[in-house]
Structure formats: C-alpha cells, structure tokens
C-alpha cells in the first residue's frame, strides 16, 4: 500500500457545525502532516506530527483541532468554522520529518465548503 | 525557505520541450523536489534531487541544480496533454516542506 486515504473527498458544512477529516496511510511512516490549499496557491503547512506527537503547529486557529489516535490515523476536527475556510485540505505522510529521497506522499484532499 | 518562487504560466505544443524554473533560498537544502497537481487531485511526487547532484534523469524528465544561482529546473522532453497541470518545487528547511508559487503548464494540441 503506497497511498495516502483521505475522506470525506467533498464536505459541506455550516458555520455551526462540527465535521472531521481523516487520513490513514499503511506505509509505515511515522511523520504526518495536514496542508491547507487555497485556489491557484501552494499548499500551506498547519501541523506537522512526528511519531504521533504534535511537532508543529503554524499559528493555526483553535476551530482546526488535529488529533493522531496510532501511528496510520491522522483526523483534523473542525468547529465553527468560516466561509474563509473553505479550501481544499491534504494530508501527506512520510518517511521522516526531512522527507528524504522520498519527499512527501500526499493524499487526493478534501474538498471543504463552509456555507 | 519561504521564498520558493518560480514563473506563473508556461504554454507549449505537443511534442515540444517544456522548461519549468524555480528559484528557492534555502543553500542548506539536503533535497529538492519536483510535485505534479492534475486539478482537483492531490500532490504527485515526480521527482527528487540530491543537493550534491547537477543534473538527474529520469524517462522525460530531467531535473538541473544550479547551487550557487539557487537554481533548480525541470525540462519535460516530448510533452504530452496529459502533461498538462500545475508543477511544484519544493525544498525542506527545518523538517518544513516550502513550495514554490506553482507554474501552470498548458499543452497544446
């Protein structure tokens, strides 16, 4: 297995609304990562997790709460979120927090709109 | 590391060469990486370079390091449609994963 799952692929939700995003990766790598990716831009680093733990966290509102229940699980629980929000959020995995000769492996993404 | 910049749109015929440019800040950067996003669609690694490399090869692709320019580029021989996406560099800094701008390739019949 060389993927990275993410579901749901498309979420709506309303700004009262409690959603959560999850990623699951079988290859054994101990380093995940949630990205957020606005239209037409680069992909944006929220948090990184090294051996399930939080390593970093860029200054990301307290409404994105990520959680790594086992070393395959990544979820990013998501509250009273805005309608700026809305973007296409991807998870990556990899082998070591460097990335090494095998970069990063990304998920397809959720596709979130926030009405 | 955030300042990974390369050229916005790049448009060529079938069959033609492509040449994606970006330039990053990091001298310190072990590796360097070349992403591949079809829209819609995550990020697909294409291809890598050692820092201490000039030129890797790959079936179409070949990726140049310029270090002291900061330099890093990847020409597509033969360019196909299905070429056609946005293309990434990247470079880590610090255990941080830094992406260019993103260069839109589009592929004429």
């Known amino acids: 297995d060389t993927e990275v799952t993410q579901t749901p692929k498309h979420l709506v939700m309303g700004m009262t609304n409690k959603k959560s995003l999850k990623c699951e990766q079988h290859m054994g790598h101990r380093a995940m990562y949630w990205y957020k990716q606005k239209a037409k831009k680069p992909p944006e680093l929220m948090f990184v997790y090294s051996y399930e733990k939080l390593s970093i966290n860029e200054s990301v509102p307290s409404r994105f709460s990520p959680e790594c229940p086992n070393s395959s699980l990544l979820n990013l629980h998501l509250h009273a979120l805005q309608p700026e929000d809305s973007a296409l959020y991807l998870c990556?995995?990899?082998?070591?927090?460097?990335?090494?000769?095998?970069?990063?492996?990304f998920g397809s993404g959720t596709r979130l709109t926030v009405v | 590391g955030e300042d990974v910049e390369q050229s916005l749109f790049l448009s060529v015929r079938e069959g033609d060469s492509s040449v994606i440019n970006c330039t990053y800040t990091d001298s310190s950067s072990t590796y360097l990486y070349w992403y591949k996003q079809e829209p819609g669609a995550g990020l697909q690694l294409l291809t890598y370079i050692f820092s201490n490399m000039d030129m890797k090869q790959d079936q179409r692709l070949t990726v140049l390091l310029n270090k002291k320019d900061k330099h890093l580029s990847l020409r597509i021989a033969d360019t196909q449609t299905g070429d056609s996406a946005i293309y990434f560099c990247a470079e880590t800094t610090f255990n941080k994963f830094y992406f260019g701008s993103g260069t839109k390739l589009n592929v004429k019949p």
């Open positions: 990556a995995s990899s082998r070591s927090t460097g990335g090494g000769n095998y970069g990063y492996t």
